[in-house]
């Protein structure tokens, strides 16, 4: 079991939007930032958004993020075959003990 | 740039210890911490523990207390994560990667940035 709670799927087709909704505690992303991770088959995670709702260098701009109190959100504007992937959401804990989410696997139908 | 590489795959019995490296460059490493994170087969993603590379502090998951030992080689920029115990259920990837931000005598929360290849650990008799 998870310490955030996440959606197990979601799916959109090309050029859609989708979120993936990421809910916590206080301990966790009521106190802290959230950031989202990128996992595609094979290959480790790759931080997408961070400090809720940055992009990294390289990171288009298709992908936002946002966190109201406890709950955080990731869309994806203009869905691209290549979205398809495993997302995971990520926190510090007040004790700095890092959290995760259990993963949202996107489909592009 | 910022480059984490670990060592390579495993294969371990039940009760064996396991130690992993990961050597990292292109950065301060006294200046960051090193957090472990492992991923079982077709399962998500497990916060393991992290430990300071600046002076060796350690913060490890509650419920892998007792087992688990992180480390640092300052004089070749590489940490260690060491299971012992090994159960069938620690099968999975291992991931090091860069994060918190452990300069001076305290760590802070930064973001989980670079992560190393991983690092297949398989606990079969």
């Known amino acids: 079991q998870s310490v955030l709670t996440q959606p197990p799927s979601a799916s959109g087709t090309p050029g859609q939007r989708v979120t993936i909704s990421c809910s916590g505690s206080?301990?966790?992303?009521?106190?802290?930032?959230v950031n989202w991770y990128q996992q595609l088959p094979g290959t480790a995670p790759k931080l997408l958004i961070y400090?809720?709702?940055q992009r990294p260098s390289g990171v288009p701009d298709r992908f936002s993020g946002s966190k109201s109190g406890t709950s955080a959100s990731l869309a994806i504007s203009g869905l691209q075959s290549e979205d398809e992937a495993d997302y995971y959401c990520?926190?510090?804990?007040?004790?700095?003990?890092?959290?995760f989410g259990g993963g949202t696997k996107l489909t592009v139908l | 740039q910022v480059q984490l590489v670990q060592s390579g795959a495993e294969v371990k019995k039940p009760g064996a210890s396991v130690k992993v490296s990961c050597k990292a460059s292109?950065?301060?490493?006294?200046?960051?911490?090193i957090s472990w994170v492992r991923q079982a087969p077709g399962q998500g993603l497990e916060w393991m523990g992290w430990?300071?590379?600046?002076?060796?502090?350690?913060n490890y998951a509650q419920k892998l207390q007792g087992r688990v030992t992180m480390t640092t080689d300052t004089s070749t920029s590489t940490a260690y994560m060491e299971l012992r115990s090994l159960r069938s259920d620690d099968t999975a990837v291992y991931y090091c990667?860069?994060?918190?931000?452990?300069?001076?005598?305290?760590?802070?929360?930064?973001?989980?940035?670079?992560w190393g290849q991983g690092t297949l650990v398989t606990v079969s008799s």
């Open positions: 990667a860069r994060g918190p931000n452990c300069s001076g005598g305290s760590c802070y929360p930064i973001p989980i940035d670079y």
């Open positions: 292109g950065y301060t490493f006294t200046s960051y911490g």
């Open positions: 430990i300071s590379a600046y002076n060796g502090n350690t």
């Open positions: 206080s301990s966790n992303i009521g106190s802290n930032t």
């Open positions: 400090s809720n709702n």
């Open positions: 990520a926190a510090w804990d007040d004790s700095l003990k890092g959290v």
